[in-house]
C-alpha cells in the first residue's frame, strides 16, 4: 500500500480503517459461541494500527532532522509507553462502570482540541 499510494495516504487510510473497526467495536452484539462483534473488530483494528506504526515510524526518520531524531524517538516511545500502561488500566477498570463509548468520546475531545490548538 506504501509503495502504490505513498506514506501519507497509506497512513491516512490505515488511521481511518482502525477508526472504522474500533467504532465497531462499541455495540454489544453476540455473535457464534465466544466470539462477540467487539472481538472480532478489534483484531482487524490491531492490523491496522500494526500499519500505521510501521508507517509513521519511517516517516518520522525522514520528516525529523538529523540533530532532533534521538529526541523524536525517545518522546514517541516514552508516549507510547505511557499508552501502552493507560489501555489495559481503562479497558480493565472502566468498562464496568461506563459505557465503552466514553473513553472514546475522551479521545475525540482531546483530538479535537489538539487540531484546534495546532492550527488555531
Do not use: Q
Not at 67 to 82: D, E, I, M, Q
Amino acid at each position: 500500500l506504501i509503495a502504490k499510494r505513498g506514506r501519507r495516504r497509506s497512513i491516512m487510510l490505515m488511521f481511518l480503517g482502525a477508526a472504522v473497526s474500533y467504532l465497531t467495536a462499541i455495540p454489544d452484539v453476540k455473535l457464534h459461541g465466544m466470539w462477540t462483534l467487539e472481538s472480532i473488530a478489534c483484531l482487524i483494528g490491531v492490523i491496522f494500527v500494526s500499519g500505521v506504526f510501521s508507517g509513521v515510524f519511517l516517516w518520522t526518520g525522514e520528516v525529523a532532522p538529523t540533530s532532533h531524531r534521538g529526541l523524536v524517538y525517545g518522546v514517541s516511545s516514552g508516549a507510547a509507553r505511557v499508552g501502552s500502561f493507560l489501555g489495559p488500566f481503562i479497558t480493565l477498570n472502566l468498562t464496568p462502570r461506563v459505557s465503552r463509548a466514553v473513553p472514546l468520546g475522551d479521545g475525540l475531545f482531546l483530538c479535537c482540541f489538539l487540531c484546534y490548538a495546532r492550527f488555531s
